[in-house]
């Protein structure tokens, strides 16, 4: 039974509301600044257009998009075995990172290619992939996020999944595990002195709470 206390939320396809969420969420955000430095005199616009095309990306490939009614709270995921890419999928959403963000891209690139190549081993079949999970930090209430963790842990119980995201920051490091997450495999490296980020997963057996 929903729980009554808690926001609605809702399937979304509001790349824009999505995009404006994630990119306040994680504007000072360590892999973000990495990604592209607070120097840059148009990073706001380089977050958007790197949100906008992965979401697109995502959405068309399988992924789905969470959100609370005005978009307050966000999450992005994709079920077991998606996205399943082609060569040509895959290069297809570099091409159009790399014509939107120009120079940027070259991190961009070293972040995904980082994300692949040092993703844990150890991961099983049959997980949930948490793409982006934020909240807006001047619309969104505590109880915003807990609606959407609340609807992911129904749904990986009912259909009997796990969970596995990455934690760009020891902060919501932190975030993850008072949800019940544990961390997996070893810290993913960016080259260059880059920030690490935090594999974490959570199963069916009690994890998730």
Do not use: C
């Not at 706001?44 to 789905?64: K, N, P, Q, T, V």
């Not at 982006?132 to 992911?152: C, G, I, N, V, Y």
């Not at 990455?166 to 490091?173: F, M, P, R, T």
């Amino acid at each position: 039974m929903p729980d009554q206390s808690l926001p609605r939320w809702q399937y979304s396809h509001d790349i824009e509301a999505i995009v404006e969420t994630l990119s306040e969420a994680f504007f000072h955000d360590p892999v973000m600044e990495w990604i592209f430095p607070q120097e840059i005199s148009h990073r706001r616009r380089a977050l958007d257009s790197f949100y906008a095309i992965s979401i697109e990306h995502f959405l068309r490939h399988g992924g789905h998009a969470w959100a609370t009614p005005e978009h307050e709270a966000v999450l992005v995921w994709t079920p077991p075995g998606e996205p399943n890419l082609s060569k040509a999928d895959t290069e297809a959403y570099n091409r159009r990172l790399e014509h939107a963000l120009g120079g940027e891209y070259k991190r961009v690139e070293a972040f995904l290619k980082a994300l692949e190549q040092q993703a844990p081993q150890e991961l099983p079949d049959g997980y949930v992939h948490v793409m982006f999970a934020a909240r807006h930090p001047e619309k969104s209430t505590s109880a915003d996020w807990q609606t959407l963790m609340h609807a992911l842990r129904e749904m990986v119980f009912r259909e009997s999944l796990d969970v596995y995201a990455e934690s760009s920051s020891l902060q919501n490091l932190r975030i993850w595990k008072r949800l019940g997450f544990q961390r997996i495999g070893q810290e993913i490296h960016l080259p260059d002195g880059g920030p690490d980020i935090y594999p974490i997963f959570g199963n069916v057996n009690g994890r998730i709470k």
